[in-house]
């Protein structure tokens, strides 16, 4: 092995993680410059047929669904 390698194997890895980071910089910016333009209401629109969808296909239930876990960990802690 040649004694600059590992030298140059920090480098790499410097430059790596330095990429890494700008690429999450300007991967953030982009996001936010793309939220700020998002049409909400259109948005919803957009999904309102999906959500009228799960409605009419869904079960309606009587209870918020936290009594089925709470059965089990009765059952577990005997």
């Known amino acids: 092995m ?3 390698e590992p030298a140059r ?4 890895a ?3 993680v330095r990429a890494g980071r700008e ?6 910016r982009l ?3 793309a939220l700020r333009t998002v049409d909400t209401a259109a948005a919803v ?4 047929p999906a959500y009228r969808a799960a409605r009419q296909q869904g ?3 009587s209870t918020a669904g936290l009594v089925e876990p709470q ?8």
């Open 45 to 48: 629109a957009a999904l309102e």
């Open 59 to 61: 079960r309606s239930r």
């Open 31 to 33: 996001r936010r410059a």
């Open 23 to 28: 690429a999450e910089q300007v991967t953030a």
């Open 71 to 78: 059965n089990w960990f009765q059952r577990a802690r005997r």
């Open 9 to 12: 194997e920090t480098a790499r």
């Open 14 to 16: 410097r430059a790596r």
């Open 2 to 4: 040649n004694p600059t």
